[in-house]
Structure formats: C-alpha cells, structure tokens
C-alpha cells in the first residue's frame, strides 16, 4: 500500500534557512545618539551614530576614534596624579583603568576621517614625551637637590597635561551627564541634523550644560 506520508525519493533536499543569517532589509541607522543644540548626546550602551566624520561630515575615509569622557572630579584628579615625579603617567593609566572599572569615565569610539585621527594620536605621542621628560626632570631635581630643575620639571608636566587635555579634546570636548548619558560638544552642524532632537524633561542635569 502506497503511504502518503512517505518522502519522495525524487524530491531536491530541503534547504533549511537559519532567518537570524538573512540580512536584513533595513538599513541600520542611528540609535541611541541625539542632538541638543549643539551637542552630540550618546548613550553609554548600545549607541549607534551615522558614519560620517563627527568634525567634517565627511562619509568617506573613515576609521572608528576612541575618545574618553571623565567625569569633572577625575580630571582634577588626573591632574594632580601627572605631577609625582617619575611615576605621574603610570600612576594617571592606574587611575583612569579605575575609573573605567567604577563607570567614572568610559571610552566611546565616533567615527573620524583617518587624517584626524592620525593627527592625534601623533599629538598625544609627542605629549605622553614630554610628560615622561618632565616627570624625569622633576624626580632628578628632587634627588640631586635642584630646584630649578625640579620646578622645571614640574612646569614640563602641567604644560604637558594642559596640552594632552586640549589633545583629547582638541577636537571633541566630553561631559558625563549621568550614568546613562555623556555629551560631546564640537560636533559638525551638519552632522548634528542627521540625529533627531533629544527629549528628556526629566533629566534636568542636561539643561545645566555650559
């Protein structure tokens, strides 16, 4: 007797499709980023921003920039730390490495043409060897019994710390908001109008704003 439920030897096999390995048809846009007069707001986690350079709005060339956001009272801290002679810059990454670890600062990564980016990392370098110059300077100083030395030092690292803040955010200036929220000021207009507005009445720490 012919059983109908029978597979057909003459069938082409089934071809099983994984639905989560089929692309999907919409494009991926923007999330979890907005504007604010003329502010970036980036959520801390899964934000998505267009690919376009955040200082030129330029879409082509590209390549993914880390920029750190510190909360205002670790910025002081830093501060201070880079001015222990010998030790200041390891003593800044132990601190910063903290501070991540407490969600005090976070690194975001924006998109950036590759010509900006090289130019600050090349900025930072030349910084980061000036700060270790003026950390060697201030610890021989203090050892040989110098002062002029040690205060040369010390004025090599806090020229050093003020160039590497204007560095960091020479083109991107940041600003917790809150744990949920950073800002980012110095952000193209235009690409700024790729994003819509950002609506949240009940986070007042964002209208204090400089």
């Known amino acids: ?17 994984d639905e989560k ?15 604010w007069r003329h502010y970036l707001i980036v959520q801390r986690r899964e934000a998505v921003l267009p690919r376009a350079c955040v200082r030129s709005n330029a879409s082509g060339n590209l390549a993914e920039c880390p920029v750190l956001a510190i909360a205002t ?10 001015q222990v002679p010998a030790i200041g810059l390891l003593l800044v ?24 980016k090289m130019l600050c990392i090349v900025s930072e370098l030349a910084i980061i060897g000036v700060l270790i110059a003026g950390n060697g300077l201030s610890a021989f100083g203090l050892y040989r019994g110098s002062y002029f030395v040690a205060l040369l030092g010390f004025t090599l690292s806090l020229l050093a710390y003020a160039a590497f803040w204007a560095s960091d955010r020479c083109y991107l200036r940041t600003h917790i908001i809150d744990p949920d929220y950073i800002s980012i000021q110095r952000v193209h207009p235009e690409y700024l109008n790729r994003l819509p507005e950002f609506h949240d009445t009940a986070n007042e720490q964002l209208f204090t704003l400089p």
Do not use: H, Q
């Not at 007797?1 to 499709?17: C, G, H, I, K, Q």
């Not at 390995?21 to 504007?35: I, M, N």
């Open 73 to 82: 009272w670790g910025l002081w801290l830093v501060f201070l730390a880079y």
């Open 93 to 116: 990454m132990g601190i910063v490495a903290r501070m991540m670890a407490c969600g005090y600062a976070w690194e975001i990564r924006v998109p950036m043409r590759r010509f900006t």
């Open 21 to 35: 390995s089929l692309p999907d048809d919409k494009p991926v846009g923007p999330s979890g980023t907005w504007r």
């Open 1 to 17: 007797m012919f059983d109908s439920t029978d597979d057909n030897p003459y069938r082409s096999p089934a071809l099983e499709v």
